[in-house]
């Protein structure tokens, strides 16, 4: 399986973006497929998981009410809706999906995602 996202850009604080990753093959149901960033000069975060069968979500506080993530089963994608976005949201944003939330084995290109203040 190979993962394309798209959907990154610049926009202003407050500002709504929307994020897509297409699956080149299917998911297996147990499978989770996750939003990871990276800003500069920081670690990759995890920001939103979903478990590909059960649609079962996670988030950390630091996204929690702003971002929402969600699947479209039938065209292989999952989405990543930020809205309120702020400028510490800068950072380039991957798709990635594995086994299980964290453990993921493939990663997409990542998309950058620039909020200015």
């Known amino acids: 399986v190979q993962l394309q996202a798209s959907g990154g850009g610049l926009v202003q604080t407050g500002d709504s973006l929307r994020l897509s990753c297409v699956a080149s093959g299917p998911f297996l149901s147990s499978w989770s497929v996750g939003w990871v960033r990276q800003g500069p000069g920081k670690e990759r975060k995890l920001v939103a998981n979903i478990r590909w069968g059960a649609g079962t979500t996670y988030y950390p506080d630091s996204v929690k009410g702003r971002f929402t993530i969600s699947r479209d089963k039938g065209k292989k994608s999952v989405f990543l809706q930020m809205d309120s976005l702020k400028p510490e949201d800068t950072a380039v944003y991957y798709c990635?999906?594995?086994?299980?939330?964290?453990?993921?084995?493939?990663w997409g290109q990542g998309t950058q995602v620039t909020v200015s203040s």
């Open positions: 990635a999906a594995g086994t299980s939330i964290g453990e993921y084995l493939v």
